[in-house]
Protein backbone atom coordinates (compact mmCIF):
# COMPACT_ATOMS: atom_id res chain seq x y z
CA UNK A 1 0.00 0.00 0.00
CA UNK A 2 1.25 3.23 -0.82
CA UNK A 3 2.13 5.41 2.37
CA UNK A 4 1.83 8.85 3.64
CA UNK A 5 2.57 11.30 1.01
CA UNK A 6 4.03 14.74 2.11
CA UNK A 7 4.98 17.65 -0.09
CA UNK A 8 7.29 20.04 -0.08
CA UNK A 9 10.18 17.75 1.03
CA UNK A 10 11.70 21.18 2.17
CA UNK A 11 10.76 24.78 2.25
CA UNK A 12 12.71 28.22 2.97
CA UNK A 13 10.85 31.28 3.85
CA UNK A 14 11.84 34.77 5.21
CA UNK A 15 9.72 35.69 8.51
CA UNK A 16 6.30 37.10 8.33
CA UNK A 17 5.79 35.40 4.89
CA UNK A 18 2.95 32.46 4.63
CA UNK A 19 3.55 28.67 3.84
CA UNK A 20 1.41 25.99 3.44
CA UNK A 21 1.89 22.20 3.47
CA UNK A 22 -0.05 19.40 2.18
CA UNK A 23 -0.24 15.61 3.43
CA UNK A 24 -2.69 13.04 1.63
CA UNK A 25 -2.57 10.16 4.52
CA UNK A 26 -3.05 6.37 3.38
CA UNK A 27 -6.28 5.72 2.06
CA UNK A 28 -8.70 4.87 4.18
CA UNK A 29 -7.33 5.92 7.30
CA UNK A 30 -9.75 7.90 9.01
CA UNK A 31 -7.82 9.43 11.80
CA UNK A 32 -4.75 12.87 10.42
CA UNK A 33 -2.17 13.78 12.07
CA UNK A 34 0.13 17.11 11.76
CA UNK A 35 3.11 16.96 14.63
CA UNK A 36 5.63 19.45 14.76
CA UNK A 37 9.79 18.59 14.82
CA UNK A 38 11.86 21.02 16.59
CA UNK A 39 15.74 20.36 16.29
CA UNK A 40 16.21 17.68 19.02
CA UNK A 41 13.32 17.44 20.03
CA UNK A 42 10.80 14.61 19.92
CA UNK A 43 7.42 15.43 18.02
CA UNK A 44 4.80 17.23 19.41
CA UNK A 45 1.11 16.87 18.05
CA UNK A 46 -0.20 20.20 16.69
CA UNK A 47 -3.86 18.64 15.14
CA UNK A 48 -5.49 15.25 14.99
CA UNK A 49 -8.59 14.78 12.21
CA UNK A 50 -11.08 12.10 12.92
CA UNK A 51 -12.10 12.08 9.10
CA UNK A 52 -12.92 15.83 8.54
CA UNK A 53 -12.90 17.13 12.02
CA UNK A 54 -10.95 18.00 14.67
CA UNK A 55 -10.51 16.27 17.28
CA UNK A 56 -7.56 17.76 19.19
CA UNK A 57 -6.18 21.27 18.37
CA UNK A 58 -4.91 22.30 22.50
CA UNK A 59 -1.63 22.49 20.73
CA UNK A 60 -1.96 24.49 17.48
CA UNK A 61 -0.94 28.33 17.56
CA UNK A 62 -4.28 29.10 16.45
CA UNK A 63 -3.29 32.79 15.48
CA UNK A 64 -0.78 32.11 13.24
CA UNK A 65 -1.34 28.33 12.39
CA UNK A 66 -4.42 26.97 10.83
CA UNK A 67 -4.87 23.35 9.32
CA UNK A 68 -7.94 21.74 7.42
CA UNK A 69 -8.95 18.70 5.68
CA UNK A 70 -11.72 18.35 2.93
CA UNK A 71 -13.55 15.82 2.31
CA UNK A 72 -11.80 13.58 5.46
CA UNK A 73 -8.65 12.91 2.97
CA UNK A 74 -6.34 15.33 2.01
CA UNK A 75 -5.05 17.63 4.32
CA UNK A 76 -3.04 21.24 4.44
CA UNK A 77 -1.09 22.83 7.18
CA UNK A 78 -0.71 26.77 6.88
CA UNK A 79 1.50 29.21 8.68
CA UNK A 80 0.67 32.86 8.54
CA UNK A 81 2.78 34.50 9.42
CA UNK A 82 5.54 33.05 9.69
CA UNK A 83 8.56 33.15 12.55
CA UNK A 84 11.54 32.35 13.33
CA UNK A 85 11.04 29.94 16.00
CA UNK A 86 8.31 28.00 13.76
CA UNK A 87 11.55 26.50 11.87
CA UNK A 88 11.31 22.38 12.43
CA UNK A 89 9.92 19.34 10.65
CA UNK A 90 6.19 19.04 10.04
CA UNK A 91 5.21 15.25 10.13
CA UNK A 92 2.02 14.01 8.85
CA UNK A 93 0.73 10.81 10.35
CA UNK A 94 -2.55 8.44 9.56
CA UNK A 95 -3.90 6.11 11.50
CA UNK A 96 -7.03 3.35 11.08
CA UNK A 97 -6.99 1.32 14.42
CA UNK A 98 -5.76 1.71 17.55
CA UNK A 99 -2.67 1.66 18.25
CA UNK A 100 -1.38 2.15 14.67
CA UNK A 101 0.68 5.39 13.37
CA UNK A 102 1.91 5.72 9.88
CA UNK A 103 4.27 8.39 9.10
CA UNK A 104 5.35 10.47 6.18
CA UNK A 105 8.70 11.87 5.26
CA UNK A 106 7.84 15.37 6.74
CA UNK A 107 8.75 19.08 5.26
CA UNK A 108 11.42 20.65 6.84
CA UNK A 109 10.76 24.30 7.13
CA UNK A 110 13.68 26.89 7.51
CA UNK A 111 12.69 30.41 8.40
CA UNK A 112 15.31 33.22 7.77
CA UNK B 1 -1.92 14.44 30.24
CA UNK B 2 1.10 12.15 29.25
CA UNK B 3 4.85 12.67 29.87
CA UNK B 4 7.56 10.89 28.35
CA UNK B 5 10.91 10.86 29.66
CA UNK B 6 14.37 9.85 27.91
CA UNK B 7 17.35 10.29 30.23
CA UNK B 8 19.62 9.24 27.86
CA UNK B 9 20.69 11.78 24.86
CA UNK B 10 23.29 9.98 23.61
CA UNK B 11 24.49 6.15 22.97
CA UNK B 12 27.43 4.70 21.29
CA UNK B 13 28.09 1.23 21.06
CA UNK B 14 30.12 -1.68 19.23
CA UNK B 15 28.49 -3.77 15.90
CA UNK B 16 27.61 -6.99 17.05
CA UNK B 17 27.00 -5.51 21.07
CA UNK B 18 23.80 -5.46 23.19
CA UNK B 19 22.43 -1.76 23.75
CA UNK B 20 19.64 -0.44 26.18
CA UNK B 21 17.47 2.80 25.28
CA UNK B 22 15.45 3.91 28.64
CA UNK B 23 12.70 5.22 28.67
CA UNK B 24 10.04 6.39 31.53
CA UNK B 25 6.49 7.36 31.02
CA UNK B 26 3.70 9.22 32.89
CA UNK B 27 -0.27 8.36 32.32
CA UNK B 28 -3.27 8.90 33.86
CA UNK B 29 -5.18 6.37 31.20
CA UNK B 30 -6.21 3.23 32.25
CA UNK B 31 -5.28 1.54 29.02
CA UNK B 32 -2.48 3.24 26.98
CA UNK B 33 0.55 2.32 24.17
CA UNK B 34 3.67 3.05 24.44
CA UNK B 35 5.97 2.36 20.92
CA UNK B 36 9.61 2.71 19.98
CA UNK B 37 10.33 4.42 16.75
CA UNK B 38 13.57 4.76 14.38
CA UNK B 39 14.07 7.97 12.87
CA UNK B 40 17.25 8.00 10.38
CA UNK B 41 18.14 10.95 8.78
CA UNK B 42 14.86 10.56 6.10
CA UNK B 43 13.24 11.73 8.89
CA UNK B 44 10.51 9.20 8.27
CA UNK B 45 9.44 7.63 11.79
CA UNK B 46 9.48 3.59 11.59
CA UNK B 47 7.80 2.23 14.07
CA UNK B 48 10.38 -0.81 16.31
CA UNK B 49 8.02 -2.38 18.38
CA UNK B 50 4.92 -1.60 20.38
CA UNK B 51 3.52 -2.68 23.59
CA UNK B 52 -0.16 -2.61 24.89
CA UNK B 53 0.18 -1.77 28.33
CA UNK B 54 -2.48 -4.51 29.57
CA UNK B 55 -0.38 -7.41 28.03
CA UNK B 56 1.66 -8.53 30.69
CA UNK B 57 4.08 -10.24 28.29
CA UNK B 58 6.98 -8.29 26.84
CA UNK B 59 6.90 -7.44 23.21
CA UNK B 60 9.49 -8.77 20.78
CA UNK B 61 10.28 -8.03 17.05
CA UNK B 62 13.68 -10.44 15.79
CA UNK B 63 16.74 -8.40 17.60
CA UNK B 64 14.49 -6.16 19.06
CA UNK B 65 12.81 -6.77 22.83
CA UNK B 66 11.26 -4.32 25.16
CA UNK B 67 11.56 -4.03 29.56
CA UNK B 68 8.40 -3.36 30.31
CA UNK B 69 7.49 -2.28 34.42
CA UNK B 70 4.16 -1.22 34.60
CA UNK B 71 4.39 -0.36 38.21
CA UNK B 72 7.85 1.64 37.95
CA UNK B 73 6.53 3.29 34.31
CA UNK B 74 9.36 2.33 32.86
CA UNK B 75 9.57 1.11 29.08
CA UNK B 76 13.21 0.44 27.89
CA UNK B 77 14.51 -0.80 24.81
CA UNK B 78 16.70 -3.37 24.01
CA UNK B 79 18.68 -4.14 20.41
CA UNK B 80 20.67 -7.38 20.42
CA UNK B 81 23.29 -7.71 17.77
CA UNK B 82 23.52 -4.35 16.86
CA UNK B 83 24.44 -3.57 13.16
CA UNK B 84 25.32 -0.22 11.68
CA UNK B 85 22.20 0.68 9.91
CA UNK B 86 20.69 0.58 13.42
CA UNK B 87 22.27 3.92 13.97
CA UNK B 88 19.70 7.26 14.04
CA UNK B 89 17.37 8.89 16.58
CA UNK B 90 15.23 6.48 18.94
CA UNK B 91 12.04 8.27 20.07
CA UNK B 92 9.90 6.49 23.36
CA UNK B 93 6.11 7.51 22.53
CA UNK B 94 3.30 6.67 24.28
CA UNK B 95 -0.66 7.13 23.49
CA UNK B 96 -4.00 6.54 24.88
CA UNK B 97 -6.66 4.08 24.20
CA UNK B 98 -8.74 4.87 20.65
CA UNK B 99 -6.97 6.55 17.98
CA UNK B 100 -5.11 9.41 20.36
CA UNK B 101 -2.34 11.03 18.95
CA UNK B 102 1.63 10.49 20.42
CA UNK B 103 3.38 11.78 22.87
CA UNK B 104 7.03 11.60 22.15
CA UNK B 105 10.10 11.82 24.70
CA UNK B 106 13.31 13.65 23.57
CA UNK B 107 14.93 10.96 21.93
CA UNK B 108 18.46 9.19 22.05
CA UNK B 109 20.75 9.38 19.45
CA UNK B 110 22.29 5.94 18.50
CA UNK B 111 25.25 5.25 17.15
CA UNK B 112 26.66 1.85 16.24
CA UNK B 113 30.49 1.84 15.57
CA UNK B 114 31.90 -0.91 13.13
Known amino acids: EAGVAQSPRYKIIEKRQSVAFWCNPI?????LYWYQQILGQGPKLLIQ????????DSQLPKDRFSAERLKGVDSTLKIQPAKLEDSAVYLC??????????FGSGTRLTVV | AQTVTQSQPEMSVQEAETVTLSCTYD???????LFWYKQPPSRQMILVIR??????QNATENRFSVNFQKAAKSFSLKISDSQLGDTAMYFC???????????FGKGTHLIIQP
Open chain 2, 93 to 103: ASSGGGADGLT
Open chain 2, 27 to 33: TSESNYY
Open chain 1, 27 to 31: SGHAT
Open chain 2, 51 to 56: QEAYKQ
Open chain 1, 93 to 102: ASSLVTGGYT
Open chain 1, 49 to 56: FQNNGVVD
